[in-house]
């Protein structure tokens, strides 16, 4: 189909007529529909982005060391101390002021380096923007979080999150441990791909038949200022409470762009990114949005077989 392109400033917009088509489609769908256009925007201005291979690619999950600085990490994880008051473990949303909120937007540019945005593009094929970020805490302790137990985050299939770690997470630490894309694709052909919470299950290997290869559970060890980043749609993951630890993390989540995620800052600044309400459905907002707002969350309807593949675009999509 002929997209038409128009210019805001630094900005692209594509034409209402074919955003209103893609949005006519599932959510899923429609999110692949505005990567599609990314990525053919981007491949037309710079080309086929550079192999750099990597574990991000290979099996959905990388490691990326020194992201931020350790001191930093250990400087806002001091301030969490401060913000939090009375924690309600395992999991605390940071409370964030207005002046909490610009510092860790200009913590953005720390993580998102050269060589992250590289790794970004080279797996969505495009641009990426920033579309949400959030604090919290991890600690041993209270009623286990859905999170907890295996599962897939039921968002827009390019979605990449990275996780900042602000203190060390160690084997006994809290932390989150994944499975590759090509373990989580086995678990999917044998129906487990995006459980309801009451279906979900803490060892990942009985929803295997008896006597298939146990999947191989990732759980890198993180110093303070390292980062996990990964597809959080594409990988089973689950949260881990350690023995007595805590954990602080930085959630920075990306979503394909037209343009370099820095346009939407320094345009609209970092306000928009950390979104008030406990709802944070990625998958319901409008792609095709300058600044993609918080929307109601997702119905629980089925998703495409696509999706549960655990591919990034749908068949027919480039
Ligand atoms: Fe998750």
């Known amino acids: 189909m002929k997209v038409d392109f128009i210019r805001d400033g630094d900005h692209l917009r594509v034409d209402d007529a074919t955003a209103a088509y893609f949005n006519e489609m599932d959510h899923h769908e429609a999110h692949a529909g505005y990567h599609t256009i990314c990525r053919s925007v981007y491949r037309a201005a710079k080309g086929v982005p550079p192999a750099l291979g990597g574990d991000l690619i290979s099996q959905g999950i990388d490691v990326i060391?020194?992201?931020?600085?350790?001191g930093t990490g250990a400087e806002f994880s001091a301030r969490i101390d401060a913000a939090i008051g009375q924690s309600t473990p395992p999991n605390t949303t940071v409370p964030l002021n207005d002046e909490f909120r610009a510092d860790l937007g200009a913590l953005l540019h720390q993580v998102l380096s050269d060589a992250v945005v590289a790794?970004?593009?080279?797996?969505?094929?495009?641009?990426?923007?920033?579309?949400q970020c959030q604090l919290y805490r991890t600690e041993t302790g209270g009623e286990p979080h859905v999170s907890f137990l295996w599962h897939r985050d039921m968002e827009p299939m390019a979605q990449v999150h990275i996780m900042v770690y602000l203190t060390a997470s160690g084997p006994d630490d809290p932390g989150t441990a994944f499975l590759s894309v090509e373990d989580t694709r086995r678990l999917a052909d044998n129906g487990y791909a995006f459980p309801q919470f009451a279906e979900r299950i803490a060892d990942v290997a009985q929803a295997l038949p008896p006597g298939a290869q146990a999947p191989k559970v990732i759980r890198p060890d993180l110093a303070a200022g390292d980062a996990t980043i990964f597809g959080a749609p594409r990988l089973l993951h689950r949260g881990v409470d350690g023995r007595g630890g805590k954990r602080d993390v930085f959630l920075v989540n990306l979503l394909p762009s037209l343009v370099p995620w820095h346009h939407d800052?320094?345009?609209?600044?970092?306000?928009?990114?950390?979104?008030d309400d406990a709802i944070s459905d990625t998958l319901l907002t409008d792609p095709f949005a300058l600044i993609l707002k918080p929307a109601p969350r997702f119905s629980g309807k089925p998703v495409s077989d696509w999706v549960i593949k655990g591919n990034l675009l749908p068949d027919g999509f480039d």
């Open 119 to 131: 790794m970004v593009e080279h797996y969505m094929g495009s641009h990426f923007r920033v579309v």
């Open 265 to 275: 800052i320094s345009r609209f600044g970092t306000g928009h990114l950390f979104w």
């Open 65 to 70: 060391r020194n992201c931020i600085e350790p």
